[in-house]
């Protein structure tokens, strides 16, 4: 059973992409949902598994981007556009955030795409 605060959450980067606001720490997130940022921290670290909030909101990021650049009209669009875009500050942390989940750069992913396409 998931906890309202866990809900909440999950509604907010889900539909409100509250992942792609900029700056975006624990502390505007918690403000947002009126609660504290050590309820919240309890939440995506003990409720919702996740290493730490950067991991959290990093993971939506990337996730934002690999599904736009599923889709013909982003095939153009520079991936630090996409990266800003998603919430990323620069190419460097999307770059390795991404080559950890997904095993290859954007560019290479992309590559891949458009190869499959």
Do not use: W
């Not at 959450?9 to 720490?25: H, I, N």
């Not at 505007?28 to 003990?46: C, E, F, K, S, W």
């Amino acid at each position: 059973q998931i906890s309202p605060l866990a809900k909440k959450v999950l509604a907010l980067m889900e539909q409100d992409r509250a992942y792609a606001s900029d700056p975006l720490t624990i502390k505007t997130l918690a403000d947002r949902l009126r609660t504290q940022p050590y309820l919240l921290r309890q939440v995506i670290n003990g409720e919702l598994g996740y290493r730490n909030f950067n991991a959290f909101v990093n993971l939506y990021r990337i996730k934002e981007v690999a599904h736009r650049l599923e889709q013909a009209e982003y095939h153009n669009t520079p991936l630090l556009t996409l990266a800003l875009d998603a919430g990323f500050r620069s190419l460097a942390p999307f770059n390795r955030t991404f080559k950890d989940h997904f095993g290859v750069t954007p560019s290479e992913y992309r590559h891949t795409l458009q190869e499959s396409n």
